[in-house]
């Protein structure tokens, strides 16, 4: 059985910072892309940054410059770092992580339950 937990979000003023975790843990033989998604109320969910096994990044152009994403393949965990937040910002972030559980399974997309972020003052 494979997990994905999220933490880090929470309230932050316009212009702050704040860094997002995400682990995978399990039944894991191998874990390619992970990524970041986030669904406002009332909007689609949409791709925030992913980032490949071998450090390849690819960024939403709402947050390039801003926003920053990390992985520490030993510990199957991804980060991301958001500066210079503004209220366009809030939503729910969700971590998906491209896994394969055993050798006798193939690639799963897995996601976790999210964590709230919010831009205000």
Known sequence: QVHIVE???GLVQPGGSLRLSCKASGTIISVRNMGWYRQAPGKQRELVASITSGGS??????????FAISRDNAQNTVYLQMNSLKPEDTAVYYCNAGVRPSVHDSWVDYWGKGTLVTVSS
């Open 7 to 9: 933490s880090g979000g």
């Open 57 to 66: 990044t690819n960024y939403a152009d709402s947050v390039k410059g801003r």
